[in-house]
């Protein structure tokens, strides 16, 4: 979900973020390595963000390398590198705390939601859950926490454990968490109108999440078809769903669309190489 201005070159919205530029990673440049990612060459760009680990000037650039690491390993859908990364991060951040408490504990609960992201596309749902959970948690440890971010976290895992649910097969439960995230967004929209406007096009996403786990695949179709975000797991969900309704020139068409991402973030890390493969490339 959207995100708060970030330091050491940390970028605006993933849009779970969705960073469009293919040099970039979910923590700064991806560079090379986030190309070789691209191309599915994940030792080789595991390689190259080593290399970054290694030669950072600041513990800030090194945060910023090993936040791209975690998504390298992403791409190979490998739930517990990826979480093991995106801890190193987190550690970082613990030590800005006294130093920036507005930033730091926001950043520990993105970076640990990020792990999650990754292990729930991956299918690890119980790791996903823990990760989830703890991003929660570390986000609203911040102090003097503005009531439109405290919305913002308890949306975040209301998004989640519905999914989750999903993923599961809960379908009931899924809907209570529903109907939980958009009691948590109507709320927000008094405490901070802002950040929902730029939550709230993640609804969709939720809704036709739960529907199509929950096998209703004709309306997921049309809440996936609600997100205007551009988002390339989104397409790849559309896609799934297509093949799901038997049109396979749809399904198809959504994949190559997908395969196309430029991202090095969660979105990209499961979109690319799940389309590409449908798509035997």
């Not at 979900?1 to 960073?19: D, F, G, K, S, Y």
């Not at 990754?118 to 440890?141: F, M, S």
């Not at 998004?159 to 939980?180: F, P, T, V």
Request: hydrophobic share 40%.
């Amino acid at each position: 979900m959207n995100r708060a201005p970030r330091t050491i070159l940390l970028l605006l919205p993933w849009c779970l973020p969705i960073c469009l530029m293919a040099q970039r990673g979910p923590g700064g440049f991806g560079g090379p390595g986030a190309q070789l990612d691209l191309e599915g060459k994940y030792a080789e760009a595991r390689q190259a963000f080593q290399k970054a680990i290694d030669e950072a000037a600041t513990p800030a650039a090194k945060a910023q390398a090993e936040r791209n690491m975690a998504m390298s390993w992403a791409f190979e859908g490998n739930c517990k590198k990826t979480a093991e990364y995106e801890d190193k991060v987190i550690e970082y951040w613990k030590t800005q705390e006294a130093a920036q408490p507005g930033n730091a504990f926001y950043q520990e609960g993105e970076m640990a939601d990020e792990a999650a992201r990754v292990c729930i596309d991956a299918g690890d749902l119980d790791t996903a859950a823990a990760e989830y959970k703890k991003g929660h948690d570390l986000g609203l440890k911040e102090p003097n926490i503005p009531s439109g971010r405290k919305d913002l976290w308890e949306y975040r895992y209301q998004h989640a454990l519905a999914r989750l649910a999903a993923r599961r097969g809960n379908k009931a439960e899924a809907q209570r968490y529903i109907e939980q995230a958009k009691a948590t967004l109507d709320k927000m929209q008094t405490d901070d109108p802002n950040l929902y406007r730029q939550q709230i096009g993640f609804f969709p996403y939720l809704t036709g999440y739960v529907a199509f786990y929950t096998g209703d695949y004709r309306t997921a179709l049309a809440d996936f078809q609600k997100d205007t975000r551009n988002d390339p797991f989104i397409t790849c969900m559309i896609g799934m769903t297509y093949e799901k309704l038997g049109d396979q020139a749809k399904a198809r068409e959504a994949y190559e669309k997908a395969a196309a991402a430029r991202g090095h973030n969660p979105p990209a890390a499961f979109a690319v190489p799940f389309a590409r493969k449908k798509l035997g490339a």
